[in-house]
């Protein structure tokens, strides 16, 4: 068997939950741990008997055991790797068959519907139209913003000037109420003066410049517009016409050695001065 790709590891790994080779490194580390509690075990035994004969072989049993444990480790690890290499080759390993088709679902995605192309297509139409949307709305809010502020502002303007007025108006007497009667007097004569300049303004361009006669311009402007249309096309169709006949007649005078005579062009002035009439 192949070896397993990445995503088949990743799948493995959210549907477990845990990492696919932590399950043999545990089993590896349980196998050393009972192995190192029998070379300990043997060790214990084996001191508690190191005398014999009169000698004391402690360092002996102890070399002995540290070669032992080696050998132990040596042995676990080359077979406990191939027991890695054939259970994630084979045990812990999402066939590629699977992976193509996408049939293989995690807990999670049980009930979840895949969309296809002309529906993903749809849907990213429609969050496009809900970005725009959205940036509309923002741009509004932005705007309505903007005008309240203005707004509040003039309000707050108004309203002291309403406080100004106010208190003008309890103490008339006062150099301060008569010093603004004074400097507001002028508005007066030039609102009107304004008025005024306005309303002539619209009964002059109404005299000058009113609807009326902004169409007999207009209607005007086509009529010399299409007269010019028909004598272009007259011209040209005559053109048109009288060409062949001109080659003919200079093709003949050519045959009877006549080059001195040449048809002219018609006079078309009279007829587009009829056009124009």
């Known amino acids: 068997m192949a070896a397993p790709t990445m995503k088949s590891t990743s799948i493995l790994t959210e549907h477990l939950q845990y990492p696919a080779i932590s399950l043999v490194d545990d089993i590896i580390n349980a196998v050393n741990e009972v192995m190192y509690k029998c070379t300990a075990a043997m060790e214990k035994y084996l001191l508690e008997r ?4 009169g000698k004391d072989y402690t360092e002996e049993i102890r070399v002995g055991i540290a070669k032992l444990e080696t050998l132990l480790e ?17 045990v812990l ?13 995690l807990s999670y995605q049980r009930d979840l519907l895949i969309p296809s192309d002309a529906q993903k297509s749809s849907s990213i139409s429609q969050l496009e139209e809900k970005g725009r949307q959205i940036e509309q709305s923002l741009q509004r809010n932005y705007e309505l913003r903007r005008r309240l502020e203005t707004g509040n502002a003039l309000k707050q303007r108004i309203m002291k000037f309403k406080t100004l007025v106010r208190q003008m108006l309890e103490c008339e007497d006062s150099p301060q109420s008569q010093e603004l009667v004074r400097v507001l007097a002028p508005i007066d004569d030039s609102l009107k003066l304004v008025t005024a300049q306005l309303r002539q303004l619209y009964v002059d361009s109404e005299e000058q410049a009113s ?12 009529t010399h517009r299409s007269c010019d249309r028909r004598s272009m096309y007259i011209d040209t169709e005559t053109k048109r016409i009288l060409g062949p006949q001109k080659k003919e007649n200079e093709a003949q005078q050519a045959e009877e050695g006549d080059f001195n005579i040449k048809i002219e ?11 124009e009439s």
């Open 50 to 53: 190191s005398k014999g004969a």
């Open 74 to 90: 040596h042995s676990v690890d080359k077979n406990f790797d191939k027991l890695e290499l054939y259970v994630l080759r084979n």
């Open 93 to 105: 390993r999402i066939p590629q068959e699977l992976l193509d088709a996408n049939v293989f679902r």
């Open 211 to 222: 609807m009326e006669k902004v169409l007999q311009v207009h209607s005007k402007f086509q």
């Open 265 to 275: 062009s018609p006079d078309l002035t009279m007829l587009q001065g009829l056009l």
